[in-house]
């Protein structure tokens, strides 16, 4: 795992040193990504500089340093990520008819050989991996970007005058002289909805992020000469996956599911560093947790986060699944006090305004897992390939009752249930559900009843689903001057039309809420902390055999993951990890009314939005004023602007000496 920086200047003749020293300064932005190393190469007459920060994990020799280039000199590269499948490839590279000669033993070089024997789109079908890179091809002077095909691994890029700016983070691009930080507004009002800055777009105007499974290349001197390309598709193997059913059992369908997913962990515990598994206790993890020690000789290092309030802590949950499967195990258990230190380095983690909550317990587990390992699996993924969310789970029933119940209805029973705060909700539900099993019960239901009370009011699924993923329902209110630019999911036209709303939904969410959302918070959480993490579950032939099966095997009887509860059974028994799902959260709601309340309010004070020109201060004052008061659970709308808050004071800052920050309308 590393970080990657670099940039390409047209029509200029700097110097090489005037291009090392910047390069330099930009990857040195990076050096949490990559502590272990750090290399710069250029090419003062093509206008070209590569930088690198390296994570050593394969091949920790000098052989294994960056920028690299082919065995013929061809391809220069600097690379972040890891190809688990590099020793397969490595041997059918050496038996060959190219019979390349290794230096090294470092998946970079048989990247690298693999470019040579086979060209960028024969080596980009034959990875398997998570990865974003540069490669310069110094006989065509041709840049190339590419980035894997979840999204695992980030790169954002940007014109700045004629000057092609390309890093890991957006920090590397600040770095360098040519860089304006114009934000957009039209971004942000983006982020209220979302509660993050989806792709392509970045808070930044003219800066983006290379979408997942895509390519970029510049081949001319014209800056808008390139656009990402895909050269894998998940729409496409969604379309193949129907027209080549799995016909057999589910039973057959688990074995096969099972011997897919115990490849990809095997790949993933390749490491030349120690490595370990973070251990929620629920399904995602205790399948890679248990796949991951019935392949391994030594007992499997395990790491979960605990907090004092019941509704979100499952770390008894994990200790039990660590004890039945023998790994060894640590914990630690949060306070209000570790979050509160937690977020003032959030707007350097994040380096864009960031709101998912779960970004706060995601770095502590980081930072407590890399006392111990330098290597992490994670079940990440597993909710978007197997159908885990809540919304997966009522999607057909709230198309059916779209589908029977008129509107007006539908509209008066969701009044009913806003009437209601979500805390009543809660305390209604737990008094009625006393009694029940465990598995039966849903946790945090209020807040989740209000959510089901907006989509009630939807005239289509389409419209259901945005309010279903939304925070704020009208940003464009809020941040002033802006409008919400398209992206797939306000774009019902654009959608993959699937046999059922519920896997259309799905998917959407794999391939938007994962890679803007899950992804981003796993990566920057991690890497904040130099810690790589993996994530078998988005090996992508596990998500062309998934799209195979029919959705009954997904999702049956309003519970979802089926096929993979299949799977995990054989390791854990049903009772450690059937539950309702709960979530990687905190408190947040009360934490805001209770440690966070002053921090919160110099952040929402009206002098200070006012003088900032973004938000309109009366809508914001009052959702804070109601959500003091107890009259509505409006914590997640709060979280979405203290997070901008947060890191607008801090880059702001940090750029204001150099006049560089500018809004955009």
Not at 335 to 357: M, N
Not at 550 to 569: E, F, Q
Request: charged content about 25%; some cysteine.
């Amino acid at each position: 795992m590393c970080g990657i920086a670099g940039f390409l200047e047209i029509d200029t003749r700097s110097s090489d040193e005037s291009l090392r020293s910047t390069a330099a300064r930009m990857s040195g932005t990076l050096r949490h990504r990559g502590p272990d190393d750090t290399g710069v190469w250029t090419d003062a007459r093509a206008g070209i500089a590569l930088a690198h920060r390296r994570l050593s994990i394969i091949d920790l020799s000098p052989a294994g340093h960056q920028p690299m280039f082919s065995a013929s000199g061809r391809y220069v590269a600097v690379y972040n990520g890891e190809i688990y499948n590099f020793q397969e490839l490595r041997g059918q590279l050496q038996h060959s008819s190219h019979a390349i000669a290794f230096r090294g033993h470092s998946d970079t070089e048989v990247m690298l050989a693999c470019l040579e024997a086979w060209g960028l789109g024969e080596s980009l079908k034959r990875w398997n991996g998570m990865f974003a890179f540069a490669v310069w091809d110094r006989e065509s002077r041709t840049l190339h970007l590419g980035r894997d095909r979840f999204g695992e691994k980030p790169l954002y890029y940007a014109w700045m005058g004629r000057t092609f700016l390309f890093g890991s983070e957006l920090k590397a691009l600040r770095a360098h002289p040519a860089f304006r930080a114009e934000i957009d507004r039209n971004a942000l009002a983006l982020y209220l909805r979302y509660n993050c800055v989806p792709s392509p777009y970045s808070i930044y105007k003219q800066v983006f992020k290379l979408p997942p499974a895509s390519l970029l290349m510049f081949t001319g001197n014209d800056p808008q000469s390139g656009s990402p390309v895909p050269y894998w598709s998940l729409e496409e193997s969604v379309v193949k996956g129907r027209a080549e059913r799995f016909r057999e059992t589910i039973d057959e369908a688990a074995a096969e599911l099972e011997a897919l997913l115990s490849d990809a962990v095997r790949r993933r515990m390749v490491s030349d560093v120690p490595l370990g598994v973070f251990l929620s206790g629920g399904v995602d993890s205790s399948t890679i947790a248990a796949l991951m020690q019935a392949q391994s000789s030594r007992r499997v290092k395990s790491f979960s986060i605990g907090l004092q309030e019941p509704d979100y802590n499952e770390a008894t949950h994990a200790c039990s699944v660590a004890e039945h499967l023998g790994t060894e195990h640590a914990e630690l258990y949060i306070t209000t006090r570790d979050a509160r230190d937690v977020i003032p380095l959030l707007p350097a983690i994040y380096d864009e305004p960031f709101a998912d909550s779960s970004q706060i317990p995601t770095f502590l587990l980081a930072r407590l897992t890399r006392k111990q390992v330098t290597v992490s699996l994670s079940g990440d993924g597993g909710d978007e390939i197997f159908g885990g969310y809540n919304r997966h789970l009522w999607c057909r029933p709230l198309e059916q009752m779209m589908a029977h119940v008129p509107w007006p209805a539908r509209r008066a029973l969701a009044a009913v249930i806003h009437r209601a705060r979500p805390a009543q909700w809660q305390l209604l539900y737990r008094i009625s559900t006393a009694f029940t099993a465990e598995r039966g019960k849903q946790r945090l239901s209020g807040q989740k009843l209000h959510k089901l009370a907006d989509a009630l009011m939807s005239r289509d699924i389409e419209t259901a689903y945005r309010h279903l993923v939304s925070h704020w329902a009208e940003p464009t209110e809020i941040v002033m001057g802006s409008e919400e630019p398209p992206i797939l999911h306000g774009n019902a036209e654009s959608w993959l039309r699937m046999p059922s709303a519920t896997e259309q939904i799905i998917l959407l969410d794999s391939l938007t809420y994962l890679p803007d959302d899950i992804l981003t918070k796993l990566d920057r959480a991690t890497m904040a902390v130099s810690l790589e993490a993996r994530v078998p579950f988005l090996d992508h032939r596990i998500a062309e055999f998934v799209w195979r099966l029919p959705l009954a095997m997904r999702i049956k009887d309003r519970k979802g993951k089926r096929i993979l509860r299949h799977v995990l059974y054989r390791y854990v028994p049903a009772r450690l990890v059937d539950r309702a799902k709960t979530g990687f959260g905190i408190p947040l709601e009360s934490w805001l009314r209770g440690p966070l309340r002053e921090w919160a309010e110099e952040l929402l004070a009206e002098r200070t939005l006012r003088e900032q020109e973004f938000f309109s201060p009366r809508p914001i004052r009052r959702m804070w004023s109601e959500f003091l008061r107890g009259k509505g659970a409006f914590h997640l709308h709060l979280w979405d602007v203290l997070m901008f808050q947060a890191w607008w004071q801090q880059h702001h800052a940090e750029l204001a000496p150099a006049s560089e920050v500018a809004v955009s309308c």
